[in-house]
């Protein structure tokens, strides 16, 4: 079955940075793109950035762009979130999901568990 | 970039009410449009892609419709797992969600 865990989550101070993972199994990771999504305390759900397949493609929302960087290790079935100069908004739940499929419909239909990440000094 | 405007934010129901919430773009996005289903702690559910494609394994109360600028989600029998907060989400250009509805119990 699809599986998607999210790792590197914690307390960082402003200004820090943070390296998230996602390990992904249950599925042919080089097929898919895959996305960050993240969700701070109380508030809805934000999209972070995606990759794709290939790790050719790479969007960023413009709340992060300059700041994070998505990378992905087909290799390893893995994806990671870069995160730098880290603010106090960037508390949130990090999500990672399972994005598009080439050729066919987009939609997240797996998502992890989330890793809570704080930025607080 | 694409906004989403879902609306209402909240509603209070009883169960077997009928429920409907509503997501507008700020520009047409034809049927790049999927509504999830978040309760509280948990991974958000994926229940309508391609606007109106029922996910396998989701009950048939629900229904998704609309193209262009006008979505809605409709739960035709509200049961008692249904409480929950409710998303809409684009893929036309990157990836919106809109801002949630959450359903409460009257």
């Known amino acids: 079955q699809v599986q998607l865990v999210e790792s590197g989550g914690g307390l960082v101070k402003p200004g820090g940075s943070l390296r998230l993972s996602c390990a992904a199994s249950g599925f042919t990771f080089s097929d898919y793109y895959m996305s960050w999504i993240r969700q701070a305390p109380g508030r809805g759900l934000e999209w972070v950035s995606y990759?794709?397949?290939?790790?050719?493609?790479?969007f960023y929302a413009d709340s992060v762009k300059g700041r994070f960087t998505i990378s992905r290790d087909n290799a390893e079935n893995s994806l990671y979130l870069q995160m730098n100069s880290l603010r106090a908004e960037d508390t949130a739940v990090y999500y990672c999901?399972?994005?598009?499929?080439?050729?066919?419909?987009?939609?997240?239909?797996?998502w992890g568990q989330g890793t809570l990440v704080t930025v607080s000094s | 970039d694409i906004q989403m405007t879902q609306s209402p934010s909240s509603l209070s129901a009883s169960v077997g009410d009928r429920v409907t919430i509503t997501c507008r773009p700020s520009?047409?996005?034809?049927?790049?449009l999927n509504w999830y289903q978040q309760k509280p702690g948990k991974a958000p559910k994926l229940l309508i892609y391609a606007a109106s494609i029922l996910q396998s394994g989701v009950p048939s109360r629900f229904t998704g419709s609309g193209s262009g600028t006008d979505f809605t989600l409709t739960i035709s029998s509200l049961q008692p797992e249904d409480f929950a907060t409710y998303y809409c989400q684009q893929s036309y250009r990157f990836r919106t969600f809109g801002q949630g509805t959450k359903v409460e119990i009257k």
């Open positions: 990759i794709s397949s290939r790790g050719d493609i790479l």
């Open positions: 520009q047409s996005i034809s049927n790049y």
């Open positions: 999901a399972r994005d598009l499929l080439v050729a066919t419909t987009q939609k997240f239909e797996y």
